[in-house]
T-cell receptor, first 113, second 112 residues
Framework: EPEVTQTPSHQVTQMGQEVILRCVPI?????FYWYRQILGQKVEFLVS????????KSEIFDDQFSVERPDGSNFTLKIRSTKLEDSAMYFC???????????FGAGSRLTVL | DQQVKQNSPSLSVQEGRISILNCDYT??????FLWYKKYPAEGPTFLIS?????DKNEDGRFTVFLNKSAKHLSLHIVPSQPGDSAVYFC???????????FGQGTELSVKP
């Protein structure tokens, strides 16, 4: 069964450093998303991406965050200058045109020290 | 932003019995609802969904019920199995391709 793959599975970084989280969505999906889950809290929407541009973003997705689909297969989330409160599990998801079901990756755990 | 709420953080059920997980929402614009299951250190896995034009959808042991007037949905698992032990999230969407808004999750424990 096709799956969404995410790398790295765990990244530890110092506050203020830049982090790039990578995702390979399912190949025939056209909608791409990033969500995050802070420990013990709910899964929160960050950003959606369709047709090579951001379609929607949440209040969390401020100027420190950016997304890119550099080569038609990868979908990346960059955090320019990490803060302690960015520590969370970050999930990438993708969806087909005409469907509401999203397929999630296993997540990338980000720890900011 | 509490548009989707799961008021029970945990539920414990005996193997073979029914598990009922509940979810309430406030936004009447939602027209698609989903349940996801999540194991530790894994991403959410899609379980079952229902569109707002229906009031019930069944898939094997899993049935989702939607009560639009009460803005309430529930997931029934019958019979419950120990392998069903996980965190269950309900989620809602307003439109095709739109973001999913998740509830806080309910941790289900099915005891043998």
């Amino acid at each position: 069964e096709p799956e969404v793959t995410q790398t790295p599975s765990h990244q530890v970084t110092q506050m203020g450093q830049e982090v790039i989280l990578r995702c390979v969505p399912i190949s025939n999906h056209l909608y791409f998303y990033w969500y995050r889950q802070i420990l013990g809290q709910k899964v929160e929407f960050l950003v959606s991406f369709y047709n090579n541009e951001i379609s929607e973003k949440s209040e969390i997705f401020d100027d420190q965050f950016s997304v890119e689909r550099p080569d038609g297969s990868n979908f990346t989330l960059k955090i320019r200058s990490t803060k302690l409160e960015d520590s969370a599990m970050y999930f990438c998801a993708s969806g087909r045109l005409g469907a509401n079901v999203l397929t999630f990756g296993a997540g990338s755990r980000l720890t900011v020290l | 932003d509490q548009q989707v709420k799961q008021n029970s953080p945990s539920l414990s059920v005996q193997e073979g019995r029914i598990s009922i997980l509940n979810c309430d929402y406030t936004n009447s614009m939602f027209d698609y609802f989903l349940w996801y299951k999540k194991y530790p250190a894994e991403g959410p896995t899609f379980l079952i969904s229902i569109s707002s034009i229906k009031d019930k959808n069944e898939d094997g042991r899993f049935t989702v019920f939607l009560n639009k007037s009460a803005k309430h949905l529930s997931l029934h698992i019958v019979p419950s199995q120990p392998g069903d032990s996980a965190v269950y999230f309900c989620a809602a969407a307003r439109n095709q391709g739109g973001k999913l808004i998740f509830g806080q999750g309910t941790e289900l424990s099915v005891k043998p």
